[in-house]
């Protein structure tokens, strides 16, 4: 199955790799719902390997099937919740698909259409690797309700139409944290989310050794950090940020600090062979990069730390 890996950036678009109807698919500010009875599965289904690039929430009321991410298979049953977010490959397969809605929607809908803070308020998003909830008979109704008043505001097609769907997504979103992750907070989580972070800190550490020792002459961007462990750039800033409490960007000009300063406390190497060696083009660029982020020259600091 390997060979078949496949990365979606909508629904529409894995549907039509996977060779599904994609006319039920309106895929409008990143944000989807549908009952994949409609989709025509071919029972028993197996799919192909793929990521996504968006989150999802399946409700299963009545139908069957299995999930696969990073290895680690889960069973779907009856009257449960299943939440992925925009990461690793993954397979399902269905046995029995009677009524099952499935929802879409990405980042960027999420913060127009839900909370510029959405992360803040909803960090169970950024988990990695979730079973599913099997819901008690109360909460099932209640889910269900929200379900079927999305579903009904998605396909009138209104002037706020997206406005009404992000405030009840809003409302399911919070019903959901309220059950099952109340206290959850991703800094204590131990799955994949610390690996996630303990290979950025890793890649942070061997870049920084390559630039010292000139295998390479360029600063990583995110985007970089990113490719390295095949993860959209957004999806890992938000799991740094909420992980360790500091943006991605941070770690990285506080990493390219700690380096210059290591590097200027010795008086062998110039400020201009200093530069080259961090990945800057120009004296000028690290020296601006320097000093705003310590309030003082390359040459001062130098200057000082021999003094002293």
């Known amino acids: 199955m390997q060979e078949n890996k496949h990365e979606a950036k909508s629904l529409s678009e894995l549907y039509q790799h996977l060779g599904f109807p994609v006319d039920l698919i309106h895929t409008l500010e990143g944000f989807t719902i549908h009952n994949l009875k409609d989709t ?25 099937g299995r999930y696969t991410i990073d290895g680690v298979g889960f069973n779907v049953e009856p009257h449960s919740i299943y939440f992925t977010n925009p990461s690793n490959y993954r397979t399902f397969s269905w046995t029995k698909v009677e009524d099952i809605y499935l929802i879409t929607f990405d980042e960027t809908f999420l913060k127009k259409f839900v909370s510029t803070e959405v992360f803040e308020e909803f960090p169970f998003l950024l988990t990695e690797t979730i079973s599913p909830k099997v819901l008690n008979i109360d909460f099932f109704e209640v889910v269900d309700k929200l379900f079927q008043d999305i579903h009904n505001e998605f396909l ?3 002037t706020d139409q997206h406005k009404i769907t992000g405030h009840l997504l809003a409302v399911l ?4 944290k309220e059950y099952f992750w109340k206290d959850y907070n991703p800094i204590y989580e131990g799955n994949r989310s610390s690996q996630i972070v303990k290979l950025f800190k890793q890649m942070l550490e061997k870049h920084y050794r390559d630039l010292s020792a000139g295998k390479v002459e360029t600063i990583f961007r995110v985007q970089d950090y990113a ?22 960007a941070t770690w990285i000009a506080d990493k390219t600090i700690a380096e210059a300063k290591s590097l200027l406390q010795s008086a062998g190497t110039s400020i201009k062979e200093i530069t080259y060696k961090l990945g800057f083009s120009e004296v000028a660029h690290f020296s601006n990069y320097f000093k705003k982020n310590t309030g003082t020259s390359p040459a001062q600091y130098r200057k000082e730390h021999l003094q002293s």
Request: net charge positive.
């Open 227 to 248: 490719d390295g462990q095949h993860l959209n750039p957004n999806y890992l800033s938000n799991v740094i940020k909420h992980k360790t409490g500091k943006p991605i």
């Open 156 to 158: 009138k097609q209104s």
């Open 40 to 64: 025509r599965f071919e029972l028993p289904y197996n799919s192909p390997s793929f990521r996504p690039d968006y989150f999802s929430f399946l409700f299963v009321k009545d139908g069957s």
């Open 173 to 176: 979103l919070y019903r959901i």
